[in-house]
């Protein structure tokens, strides 16, 4: 398979970082131990921590995240079987067998395993292999669960990433993460495509700018002399088996209908705040000032929807509505839509591509976590908690980052006072509660920009 810029590096065992061999060697024995064989292969996806524009991707509007050193690692051994085998390096999960070409994804309330099977899915689908191969695979991870920091779209990322080069196929980078993005449709969760895009196009040492429809994304420096500090509320959500994510996709969408409405616009025609945009050729502040002349601040209730759009109950919930929204009654559209358009703005404030000020990065850190508490009411108590603390301990910014309702906090903070800030936060968050305490060396940490997704390929006898 070509190395290249377009398609997913397959490097030697010297890609491995030193401080990581250890982990490398265990998963490798434990993969032996469970198989009686060697890998031929081990696939790393990290994750990533959003630096700013949270919940705007998937409505068409660009981000800027960046990979984390943590990561989802796989090892494989091939099968002729079809068979498909996985274990976890966490005995608390469970392990899964079955047949490559004959598995069910289950949604409610989904076990590890099924957001595998989400990426063996979408590759399947895509490329529709005659005899797939099967795969016997064994999982590790150091990113922390529903935490925010996109653990479940690693191992679809990664869990494609091996499917694809078991049946040696070819597949871009930027066709994996459109299929990555998709596939994880299964499971229930409608994202944009942010964390496939950051998994599969990172770059050591950058931020990148991800623009969607088409998927491109450009380096962005961060400023030199500060660190990004990840923090866990140690709170966990389940993305996929709650509603909440959904009911913010859907009261975008609606939101979106109804300005276009507003506006002579064919409404159902509109799926997306950025498409609106696009078609009424307004800047955003032009599309705030919009939001203000036309929605009320208070929610709407789903008959008044109804008839804004002049349509049934029933119709709405074919042409506007997700299968785990058809119950809610009430949509805050008018504080929705003012997040997305006031957040995609702080995000294309940094369009030049260098962010050589860190203060100012910060403050939009601060804006952008306000916004998405007082707004997108996707915070928590923990959360708001935890951005105090670290704005006191002294970080230039803070904000939730992932879907949010939990999970962690990005930080920026001058370099030289980042030992001083790991010190007061671990005293004021997570010395309260012996339980974050026992987590602490795992969910707060200094990160800084990783390499996207690759294979590799060696020896594992002798490693």
Known sequence: MADTAEYVGVHGTEKIPAGQVERYKKIISRHKKTYGKDPDFIARAPGRVNIIGEHIDYNGYSVLPMAIEQDIVIAVSTNTDSNLNMVNTVSKYSAFSGQVNDFKITSVMPEWFNYFLCGVRGILDHSKPTNPAGMDATVDGTVPPSAGLSSSSALVCCAALCTMYANKLQISK?????????????????????????????????????????????????????????????????????????????????????????????????????????????????????????????????????????????????????????????????????????????????????????????????EGHHSASALYECSCKELDQLVAICRNAGAVGSRLTGAGWGGCTVSVVPEDQATSFLEKVRAEYFEKDPKRLERVDDHLFVTQPGPGAHLIKGNFENF
């Open 174 to 366: 930027t066709d994996l993460a459109d299929i990555c993005m998709k596939c994880e449709w299964h499971i229930g969760t409608q994202g944009g495509g942010m964390d496939q895009a950051i998994c599969f196009l990172a770059k050591e040492g950058y931020a990148k700018l991800v623009d969607f429809r088409p998927l491109r994304a450009s380096d962005v420096k961060l400023p030199a002399g500060y660190v990004f500090v990840i923090a866990n509320t140690c709170v966990e959500m389940n993305k996929a088996a709650t509603s909440h994510f959904n009911i913010r996709v859907v009261e975008c969408r609606l939101s979106s209908q109804i300005l276009a409405k507003s506006k002579g616009l064919n409404w159902r025609e509109v799926r997306s705040l950025r498409e609106l945009q696009k078609r009424l050729k307004l800047s955003l502040q032009e599309m705030l000032s919009l939001v203000e002349d036309v929605l009320h601040h208070h929610p709407y209730e789903k008959k008044e929807v109804c008839e804004i759009l002049g349509v049934t109950a029933e119709e709405l919930d074919e042409e506007s509505l997700s299968s785990n929204t058809l119950d809610v009654q009430t949509f805050k559209l008018y504080d929705r839509s003012k997040h997305v358009f006031s957040e995609a703005s702080r995000v294309e404030s940094f369009r030049e591509g260098d962010i050589s000020e860190g203060t100012r990065l910060g403050s939009i850190l601060f």
